[in-house]
């Protein structure tokens, strides 16, 4: 029996499609794929983050961010000149792709923004990523920034977010 369940993976490892590719690449590696301009991700974070050393197995080991990036991201924002986009059901991303980031369907290319936790009020400046998926689709938020916001790292947060 334990070969029938088997096959459809093997046969799946060996399909062309880049989408199905992603599925058996490691989340460092999906992560490098995507095509962001370099010049575009310069501009957000000109230091970003290292990814988590192989070993790493607890929250702390994950988030490599430095406490300046962390300072830097629950600064006090400055209101004027944020665009509200709107609010969003966010879980956990991957904790192997570093930095303070929200991937969201509320946004189609890369850009600076904040995000508040409606359940304490806190809130913290991060990169926003668009997810691909339909709107209302939910999104995916770092293990650093769920940190900062002090979420709890199973739950389901909701979230507005704000657009410099």
């Known amino acids: 029996m334990k070969y029938v369940v088997l096959v459809p993976f093997v046969i799946l490892a060996g399909c062309d499609s ?8 490691s989340p460092a590696t999906a992560a490098n ?3 962001v ?3 575009v991700v310069a501009t957000l974070d000109p230091t970003p983050p290292p990814p988590p050393p192989p070993q790493a197995r607890i929250v702390a080991q ?10 830097a991201a ?15 059901i966010a879980t956990l991303g991957s904790p192997a ?12 290319t890369l850009v600076m923004g904040r995000a508040v936790y409606g359940a ?26 769920m940190r900062l ?16």
């Not at 880049?18 to 690449?25: E, M």
């Not at 304490?120 to 920034?145: W, Y």
Request: hydrophobic letters at 35%; charged letters at 20%.
């Open 18 to 25: 880049p989408s199905l590719q992603d599925a058996f690449q």
């Open 33 to 35: 794929a995507a095509e």
């Open 37 to 39: 301009p370099a010049t």
């Open 62 to 71: 994950f988030d490599t961010t430095t406490a300046e990036d962390r300072a």
């Open 74 to 88: 629950t600064a006090k924002p400055k209101p004027a000149g944020e665009t509200k986009l709107g609010t969003t």
């Open 97 to 108: 792709d570093p930095g303070i980031w929200l991937k969201t369907p509320l946004v189609k």
């Open 120 to 145: 304490n009020g806190k809130s913290v400046t991060l990169e926003l990523r668009p997810s691909g998926g339909a709107d209302g689709s939910g999104s995916q938020i770092s293990l650093p920034a």
């Open 149 to 164: 916001l002090d979420a709890p790292l199973t739950g389901l947060l909701e979230l507005t977010v704000y657009a410099n």
